[in-house]
């Protein structure tokens, strides 16, 4: 098998409900952290992993994310006229990241029908999957180290982190056999169990390195609650036929799909801001909280 991650597939047709009422008519893909949308984010985590075409998943009210990696001839035209070559460079930049092929998901029936659906443009080879809940920051793109996992053991890698036992009702854990420092050979699959039901506090977090037999798998997976087909029992049916990996990675994550965990990533991506880090430092000192 090709041991090279060209294609990466993006879901981002779901409906974005906890952040209602300011998803109503916005995609939450498109909410700024800082001063870029969520999706761009990831996408550049993507490109610098070496990420060459994106798969997006859409769905009715996601057409300002196409618009936004698209060119816009009369922004940067008026960008240019008034002599703004900085945002003009950073806007045109933006439209040249990467190949974009765009499908829409009719009905949001979960992660693994997202994937699913990707099937004809992915084709026969390992693709990676990251959702743009999860925000990731560090020094070596999260999705980098897990292809250098992947050159090592060619198989399905998932990206995992530990969180606290109280929280496993929230993830998809894995129960799995350490075989080098971070990486896990993955023993079974549990969605969202509770915490005393949790058979590891490891944590599926939103990167995937998946083959192309996880198709087949989803295929003949089941709908589960709500009709929806979940990524997880796709997973567990791929287990019988392959190997799969899991990989604590390097670096701190974000999860940007929750209220409280978005703030906290506007407030540290803030204080790391080149341009006004120190000055917003400055005024959380001397708020009296």
Known sequence: MNKLITKAVFPAAGLGTRFLPATKASPKEMMPLVDKPLIQYVVEEAVSSGIDQIVLITGRGKRAIEDHFDVAFELEEDLKAKGKHKLLSEV????????????????????????????????????????????IDAEVPALKQMMDVYKRYPSTILAIQKVPKSQTQHYGIIDGKRIEDGIYLVKDLVEKPSPHEAPSNLAIIGRYILTPEIFSSLENTKPGK?????????????????????????????????????????????????EFGEEFRSYLKKLKL
Do not use: S, W
Not at 105 to 133: C, M, S, Y
Not at 226 to 248: F, H, S, V, W
Not at 249 to 266: E, V
């Open 92 to 135: 045109q930049r933006i439209a040249n990241l990467v190949t974009f092929c765009y499908i829409r998901q009719k009905q949001a029936l979960g992660l693994g029908h997202a994937v699913l659906t990707a099937k004809r443009i992915v084709g026969d080879e390992a693709f990676a999957v990251l959702l743009g809940d999860d925000i």
């Open 226 to 274: 709500g009709g929806e087909i979940q990524l997880t029992d796709g997973l567990r049916l791929l287990m019988n036929k392959q190997p799969i990996y899991a990989y604590e990675f390097r670096g701190k994550r974000h999860d940007a799909g929750d209220k409280l965990g978005f703030l906290k990533a506007t407030v540290e991506f803030g204080l790391k801001n080149k």
